[in-house]
């Protein structure tokens, strides 16, 4: 932890620079946590909390002090752009390519049994354990694709969006 955090947390005392160190040291220690102890959950929840709190704080504090915006915010998105790029399409007929479609979904859920949602992937999780609740739910999103109405009352969905449009290649 540096001088500039606080609370566990990095705030960059108001300097980006102090900020990106910030940042620098998250990282660092998440490539330790996982070189020297990847089966140890707790210690890599905990590690990815605070690079994700982290990065969250780096990104506000990009805002607050050079007015510009997140500079994460893209990176899945880019990310499936750089593979899609790399990988061949098929041709359809006539040797079009079969068309592309984005599809974009976005949940906020609160999980009200975060045990009950780790049975479901036939693990036990402690509910107390940082990073519990969204570890379990990246898991069940990996293994069914996602439908939190399936899973009766272990989930609530506060808020739920989606757009599904023709890829733009130019963007």
Known sequence: MNESQTGGQATGGG???????????????????????????PRVVEAVNHLRATAIAYADLCAR????????????????????????EPAGAAGEQAPVVDL?????????DVAGAARLIGEEVSPDLPG???????????????????????????????????DDPVN
């Not at 300097?15 to 330790?32: F, T």
């Not at 500079?71 to 752009?81: C, Q, T």
């Open 65 to 88: 002090e050079a007015g510009w915006g997140d500079p994460f915010s893209n990176l899945a998105s880019d990310r499936r752009a750089d593979e899609e790029a790399e990988a061949e």
């Open 15 to 41: 300097d980006l620079l102090a900020g990106a160190r910030d940042l620098g040291s998250a990282i660092e220690e998440h490539a330790r946590v996982l070189t020297e102890a990847p089966d140890d959950y």
């Open 132 to 166: 519990a609740a969204s570890d379990v739910v990246a898991r069940l999103f990996q293994r069914d694709g996602w439908d939190p109405s399936r899973y009766g009352d272990i989930f609530e969905v506060l808020d739920h969006t989606w757009s599904c449009g023709p």
């Open 104 to 112: 974009e979904v976005d949940y906020r859920i609160r999980v009200h």
